[in-house]
């Protein structure tokens, strides 16, 4: 079945920085990638995805890049600030088999420390 | 217009008990998941329902876990029996449209603890 690797599992930048997120997925079939935020006891919440159709998107100092032939995508944060801290969550779509469902198969989460 | 809200917040079970959680979707969301949640874990998907119809059900790890959405809306996984490794938060999150294929919003959980 579709395995999602995350890397790194904790980063620790300084406010102003970039920070980058790393996923990478087996199933090439997978054809959406969304990235959530999880605050500490909060819900996961979406903060940008990208189909496979697209190589790049962006959203303020939000970006996100996909290799669709080295199947990884990546989470790029520029001008980090505090409330950027939280873990980060890739996910990839596993398409439909019989069911019709497509389950999210979630990466392990990366731990980001923005330091004032 | 609120999100999903989960209930209750926090459980607290002795082993063996059997514990029910709900969750309340987003109106007219079609598509209901389940995930379980470990510490320090990406959401593991445990079932999914499409309206009242539980159209995957591969995640759930064990017989004495049960899903419902009788109506197609409010759902409840029940767990039976429970024990230490089932201690987790599980959330559930609801989209629009059929297959989960689009956002899906999450709820904020509940954390069981099994002693």
């Known amino acids: 079945g579709e395995n999602v690797e995350q890397h790194p599992s904790t980063l620790s930048v300084q406010e102003g920085d970039s920070a980058v997120i790393k996923c990478t997925y087996s199933?090439?079939?997978?054809?959406?990638f969304p990235w959530y935020k999880q605050e500490l006891g909060k819900r996961p919440q979406l903060i940008i995805d990208?189909?496979?159709?697209?190589g790049e998107k962006k959203d303020q100092r939000i970006a996100v890049t996909l290799n669709k032939t080295a199947k990884h995508f990546s989470l790029h944060i520029t001008e980090t600030q505090p409330e950027d801290s939280a873990v980060y969550f890739c996910?990839?779509?596993?398409?439909?088999?019989?069911?019709?469902?497509?389950?999210?198969?979630f990466g392990t989460g990366t731990r980001l420390k923005v330091l004032a | 217009g609120a999100g999903v809200s989960q209930s209750p917040r926090y459980k607290v079970a002795k082993r063996g008990q059997d514990v029910a959680l709900r969750c309340d979707p987003i109106?007219?969301?079609?598509?209901l998941f389940w995930y379980q949640q470990a510490l320090g874990q990406g959401p593991e998907f445990l079932t999914y329902?499409?309206?009242?119809?539980?159209?995957?059900k591969s995640g759930l790890p064990s017989d004495r876990f049960f899903a419902e959405r009788p109506e197609g809306s409010v759902s409840t996984l029940k767990i039976q029996r429970t024990q230490q490794e089932d201690s987790a938060v599980y959330l559930c999150?609801?989209?629009?449209?059929?297959?989960?294929?689009?956002?899906?919003?999450f709820g904020p959980g509940t954390r069981l603890t099994v002693t």
């Open positions: 996910a990839a779509t596993h398409p439909p088999l019989t069911s019709g469902t497509y389950k999210y198969i």
């Open positions: 329902f499409q309206n009242e119809a539980q159209l995957d």
């Open positions: 999150a609801s989209s629009y449209g059929q297959g989960g294929s689009g956002e899906q919003y």
């Open positions: 109106s007219g969301h079609v598509s």
């Open positions: 199933d090439s079939a997978s054809n959406y």
């Open positions: 990208i189909r496979s159709n697209v």
